[in-house]
């Protein structure tokens, strides 16, 4: 069975009337639980899912701004406080993820000492390519292939699409409309989209962009959503497009 929660359908700007969550999503396939992005909190919005940093397998990042990262020093020191099992390793995903861990870690050497130490743990760190499908991080069954997106000048940023048990998800990061997002969604089931606001965001997609990206999926669930504009409103009458609370669960 392949299972989605949509941890957090928010972004970088915390928004006081909907609530939302930073962006974050969890996937459920071969037994194993793969979370991409760990935005700020992660792991308490773990817990309102019902589970604790020790449950995740698989950390994928789409790119490394903090809306996306923050939350990984949380996680991995939860991990650390709780004597996570040597025999339960960590693999981390993404286009520099040993630099990234190294460099968040940094500012607590005190506290961490080094990641090899804190950790009875093992992490893996997996670089990506672009368009390589990803292979050796122990999931047999569940096909995976980044793609690059076009967010940021100094930011590498990737989507990644996942197929497992014969269905197609798309969760993209950050980007503005780029004919590789087309690619990344076309044929989808299910796509999970960035739409940040109504007016233009340099590096990201309008909802007027999103619309569009809807005739490439099956269904396409915004998040990345910026706080100052009606979500349900701008997308009514868009019947493959379904705006998704934050802990909602899609099973297939
Ligand atoms: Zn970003
Ligand atoms: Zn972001």
Request: hydrophobic content about 35%.
């Amino acid at each position: 069975m392949v299972e989605l929660t949509i941890l957090g359908t928010g972004a970088w700007i915390a928004d006081a009337k909907k609530k939302r969550f930073g962006p974050s999503v969890l996937l459920k396939n071969e037994g194993k639980n793969i979370l991409i992005d760990a935005p700020g909190g992660i792991n308490y919005q773990l817990a309102h899912a019902g589970l604790v940093a020790n449950d995740i397998d698989y950390i994928f990042l789409t790119h490394h701004h903090p809306d996306h990262t923050s939350g990984l020093i949380q996680l991995i020191g939860e991990m650390y406080i709780t004597r996570r099992s040597a025999k339960s390793q960590l693999t981390i995903v993404s286009p520099e993820p040993q630099k990234l861990v190294r460099r968040i870690l940094k500012p607590y050497k005190s506290t961490f000492d080094s990641i090899e130490k804190l950790s009875q743990f093992k992490i893996n760190f997996k670089k990506i390519k672009n368009g390589a499908q990803i292979t050796g991080i122990g999931l047999k069954e569940t096909g995976i292939t980044p793609c690059k997106l076009n967010h940021s000048k100094t930011n590498e940023d990737y989507g990644y699409r996942f197929e497992c048990e014969g269905k197609k998800i798309a969760i993209t990061g950050d980007t503005a409309y780029c004919e590789e997002l087309v690619t990344l969604l076309s044929g989808t089931d299910v796509a999970i989209c960035e739409c940040s606001h109504v007016q233009k965001l340099p590096g990201h997609l309008t909802a007027y962009e999103a619309k569009t990206m809807s005739l490439f999926t099956k269904k396409l669930i915004p998040y990345h959503i910026y706080p100052g504009w009606d979500v349900k409103k701008e997308f009514k009458g868009f019947g493959n497009i379904h705006v998704a609370k934050d802990l909602e669960r899609i099973k297939f």
